[in-house]
């Protein structure tokens, strides 16, 4: 069964530090996501991306945040310049098409701990 | 602005018991609501779906009801075993300027007790 995969699965990072999660979705999938859970709450939105170009973005993905498909396979996010708030589970999700039109299938998710 | 809310935040039940989950949402335009499933350090599985021109959809043991009047969706677990313990998170599909995303509720901790 074809799954949404994700790395690091861990990532500890000294504040101030830039990082980059990996993310390789569904390969007929059009439409990717980053969402972040801190621990013990909810899932947060941060991005929605399709065509090439974010489509949605929350307040929490600020000037710090950006997202990136640099080839045919995987979609990144990279944080600048983390902060201590910034650490989180950070999930990758896929669709075939629109969340209307098709289930939402997440990543095993990264964890980041910035110190 | 879109917003979620779900009850109860944790909830135990006896195996065999059944468990209901409430959640409301604010944006009538929302036409999507899945349930997910989050055991721990694990990602959210989906569970069970429902769309806005249905009012109840039953999967085996679980179940969704929708009423778009009120605003507000249920899930129901029945004949509850072990394995269903785990955080349960509702969303609603919200979309704003063309984009779509999710919107989840703050998750309800279910404790099945043998």
């Known amino acids: 069964e074809p799954e949404v995969t994700q790395t690091p699965s861990h990532q500890v990072t000294q504040m101030g530090q830039e990082v980059i999660l990996r993310c390789v979705p569904i390969?007929?999938?059009?439409?990717f996501y980053w969402y972040r859970q801190i621990l013990g709450q909810k899932v947060e939105f941060l991005v929605s991306?399709?065509?090439?170009?974010?489509?949605?973005k929350s307040e929490i993905f600020d000037d710090q945040f950006s997202v990136e498909r640099p080839d045919g396979s995987n979609f990144t996010l990279k944080i600048r310049s983390t902060k201590l708030e910034d650490s989180a589970m950070y999930f990758c999700a896929s669709s075939v098409g629109a969340v209307r039109t098709g289930e939402l299938f997440f990543g095993e998710g990264s964890r980041l701990t910035v110190l | 602005g879109e917003n979620v809310e779900q009850h109860p935040s944790t909830l135990s039940v006896q195996e065999g018991d059944s468990a209901v989950i409430k959640c409301t949402y604010s944006d009538s335009a929302s036409n999507y609501f899945p349930w997910y499933k989050q055991e721990l350090g694990k990602r959210p599985q989906l569970i069970i779906d429902?769309?806005?021109?249905?009012g109840e959809k039953k999967d085996q043991r679980i179940a969704v009801t929708l009423n778009k009047t009120a605003k507000h969706f249920s899930l129901h677990i029945t004949e509850t075993q072990p394995e269903d313990s785990a955080v349960y998170f509702c969303a609603a599909k919200v979309r704003i300027q063309g984009a779509q995303k999710l919107v989840f509720g703050q998750g309800t901790r279910l404790t099945i007790n043998p």
């Open positions: 991306f399709y065509n090439n170009e974010i489509s949605e």
């Open positions: 390969s007929n999938h059009l439409y």
């Open positions: 429902i769309r806005s021109n249905v």
